[in-house]
């Protein structure tokens, strides 16, 4: 099953496998044959209510009750200062190191060569080699999403998870929102600076280098080669193209093609920027 709510998404439905999509009538037309039409007036208030069934337990970060004191029999070529917790059926890869009072929560997979800092904590994540995630992360945690209707807000279902490629570097302080129906991504040699917030289904490419306190609203696309000034917000829904630069404190609102330099609010061409900068 999946689901189908804006025309942004028609190349994508055309090329379907699912047979069945949540979507509306304006849209039921551009899914092929074989695909079931679930149509309904609010594809993503449906979306949630199936996945709530599907999920019970998915729109609430509870506590992992198996976590427990390491046991250095079982991860002997892991390094562990005092006091991590770890829940069950985790893996951790040899020569990594885990700081104090760090969580490790059921099912995570963390690679060989891994450095993660005190006061971590990692849920729902698969982590390559060789990553660094510094003091105080937080990865992998439910998302910012529900449906706004009549008398409350219906909490959206996480059940996705976070894929940190090789190579990655996270500074302190940041946030990593897992996937609620997809996954969220980094890529590899992505480095993020400290205090970045990246929100669900956002994915990030290879050798990006983004600064510090940037904001990725969900479901946005990142390309390769990126680099983005500090504070500056990417609204969600968005593909920002390969080898694309951000200025700092710029809000992108829009999607921007390969190889271009943007600043300001909105962000538009920088030269162009420089030049309604002079005209002042």
């Not at 992998?140 to 996705?160: A, C, E, S, T, V």
Request: glycine share 10%.
């Amino acid at each position: 099953m999946t689901f189908f709510d804006s025309i942004r998404y028609k190349e994508s439905a055309l090329s379907t496998k699912s047979l069945y999509c949540i979507t509306t009538a304006k849209l039921e037309k551009f899914l092929p044959k074989k695909t079931k039409k679930i149509v309904v007036k609010n594809v993503l208030y449906e979306l949630a209510k199936a996945l709530k069934k599907l999920y019970p337990e998915s729109d609430i970060d509870y506590p992992d009750t198996s976590l427990k004191l390491y046991s250095k029999y079982k991860y002997n070529t892991v390094k562990f200062c005092n006091n991590p917790l770890i829940g069950k059926n985790v893996k951790i890869g040899k020569n990594s190191s885990i700081g104090a009072n760090s969580i490790i929560e059921h099912n995570v997979v963390i690679g060989n060569n891994c450095v993660i800092g005190s006061d971590v904590i990692i849920k729902n994540s698969i982590i390559g080699n060789d990553v660094v995630i510094q003091d105080g992360c937080k990865i992998g945690l439910k998302g910012f999403g529900f449906i706004p209707i009549r008398n409350k807000n219906f909490k959206m279902p996480h059940i996705g998870r976070v894929l940190i490629d090789d190579n990655v570097e996270i500074a302190s302080g940041c946030t990593i929102d897992r996937g609620s129906v997809d996954d969220t991504e980094i890529g590899k040699n992505t480095y993020l600076d400290n205090q970045v917030h990246v929100a669900h289904n956002v994915k990030i490419g290879s050798n990006c280098m983004i600064a510090g306190q940037v904001g990725f609203a969900g479901s946005s696309t990142i390309g390769d080669n990126v680099s983005i000034g500090g504070q500056a917000g990417i609204s969600g829904h968005l593909k920002i193209g390969n080898n694309v630069k951000i200025g700092g404190g710029s809000g992108v609102i829009k999607d921007i093609d390969d190889n271009q330099v943007v600043m300001g609010y909105p962000a538009i061409p920088f030269k162009d920027f420089i030049k309604n900068w002079r005209a002042k």
